[in-house]
């Protein structure tokens, strides 16, 4: 008898028990142990739900700091004459907010007039807005460009924070012109403080997926069209989730979650490590 073959065919039936196991639990939506859920199993179950998921944006580098974060507050003797030089309307109220209760940087005119047609391009006024960031001596490293929109007749860059290649969900940097003219600044950023690397256990990917399928079928149980996951990354996060307040998080240090994206702009957030 040929025990080594035997004990092969025993190791690859185990392993398809194992395998049609964890199918069973993700398809009756039970819970999954965190360790051997199979990838491509996932991602099949996500398919069978009209999720469609490209497996090359799932590899993520586990390898975050632990952070400390104390938000930043600015000195009007700096970025006062910046905002006099951009005062443009004649007929405006301003609002100028050097930093308040969230230490936001807020400047905004409220025009009487009716607006030119915007005839500038997006790039030339994405530049204007680095050149901006420039004269607010504001660091362009840890910026990323979010989103380039239009409302009306203006123009809206939405930028994040980034620290090592990775997103800080709580800050942001809100700019809108007029063609040449700045229609309102609002930021909320943060100043960063590295640690030393998180230790802790990661929840798997395919937890993270798995969990991500939870949460869309209870926002969205009776969904017919079809889903595709456009982004998948490790994100800071410093704000409570279940906190619904506008108060921003002054300092602390942020958790860490995987962001998952998808292509009608919803963003699910799941906790990269079991409690």
Known sequence: MDWKRIKTLLIIALFFINALLAYTYLSEGREVPDASIDRSLVIDMLADKDVIIDPSILEVS????????????????????????HEQYENKALKRIVHDIDSRLLYETVETGILDNTYLSDEMMLEQAYKLMDELQLDREDVYLISTGRTGKKTIFEFGQVYGGIAIKDSYMIIKYNNESLVSFERVWYDVTENELNSGKYKSVESALYEFSSKLYNQNPNRVRELNVVSFSLVYQLRDLSDTGDTMTISGQPNIYYEITTSDNNTYLVEAFNR
């Open 62 to 85: 586990h390898d975050l700091s632990n952070l400390a974060l104390m938000i930043q507050t600015y000195d009007e003797s700096v970025v006062g004459p910046v905002f006099d030089k």
